[in-house]
């Protein structure tokens, strides 16, 4: 009687334990939901189409904005990816604004990228369309790969460009420096950009980035734009402000002076040799 007693309340413990443990699961549990909540409060909404969430676009997203946008970028180039008004910026760039605003660096700045194809409207002339798009989704892969490594976020993609926002101007440089070296290099994994060779090029400018109706941040993304029309292909152009700011790490030439349009007065630019040492 006295063993059975005893076994009875063993078990009765046991079952007190295992509730308890059932009970603190629970809890954690809607905890670790309301965090996940809170945390997807934080993040960029879902990409179209209802991919997950990503510091960049995917090359298919990517390659539908081609076919949406081909016509414009046959006519216009990289000035096609220009808004023409603060205004049209503001609406441009409304659902990524917060997503650009913790990108800002602790003085409030973003490094701002705009790359396009040298010649895209040749060289689609002369693939056709088909192959075309094959080349821009291996284009887009090999960008949103160094962009990822750098934790750049892409915010637009127009047909054969990009516009991103770096924290600092050591990453722009670095994830521009490393898609230049692997577009030109033999060991290129891309197929379709062995077979077809592509040269991009890329602009950068660091301006602060303020939130408030996005005026003073769409005045500097113009003017990177402006900085990346003035590139070659196969080249990095920067801003003076960044050859400035980085002139101890990376090796820079100046390239002539130049007007740029909406802004007043000649700029100087500056061509990235490299790392230096």
């Not at 939901?33 to 209802?50: I, K, T, W």
């Not at 230049?180 to 040269?199: F, V």
């Not at 700011?245 to 007043?264: H, I, P």
Request: charge should be negative; glycine fraction near 10%; proline fraction near 3%.
């Amino acid at each position: 009687m006295l063993e059975a007693t005893t076994t009875a309340w063993i078990l009765a413990a046991a079952l007190f334990l295992a509730v308890a443990a059932l009970a603190a699961c629970l809890v954690a549990l809607r905890q670790t939901r309301a965090e996940l909540a809170e945390a997807n409060l934080r993040v960029p909404p879902p990409l179209p189409g209802g991919a997950a969430p990503r510091a960049v676009l995917t090359a298919g997203t990517a390659m539908r904005g081609v076919l949406e946008a081909v016509s414009r970028v046959r006519e216009q180039g990289v000035g096609g990816m220009l808004v023409s008004t603060l205004e049209d910026f503001n609406r441009w760039a409304a659902d990524q604004r917060a997503a650009i605003g913790r990108m800002a660096s602790e003085d409030g700045t973003v490094t701002i990228f705009f790359s396009d194809i040298e010649n895209s409207t040749l060289i689609n002339t002369q693939l056709g369309d088909s192959r075309w798009l094959k080349v821009l989704g291996a284009h887009d892969h090999l960008v949103e790969t160094y962009v990822e490594k750098y934790r750049g976020l892409i915010v637009k993609s127009f047909g054969d460009g990009h516009m991103v926002v770096f924290s600092t101007p050591d990453l722009a440089i670095a994830a521009s420096l490393d898609i230049q070296r692997a577009l030109g290099a033999h060991w290129n994994r891309s197929r379709e950009l062995r077979r077809t060779p592509i040269r991009v090029r890329i602009g950068l400018h660091t301006g602060t980035a303020i939130e408030r109706d996005g005026d003073y941040f769409g005045q500097n993304v113009a003017l990177a734009a402006r900085v990346a029309a003035q590139a070659q292909g196969g080249e990095v152009l920067v801003t003076g402000e960044i050859a400035a700011a980085m002139a101890d790490y990376y090796a820079f030439t100046e390239a002539e002076s130049v007007e740029l349009k909406g802004f007043e007065g000649e700029h100087a630019l500056f061509h990235v040799e490299g790392v230096v040492g």
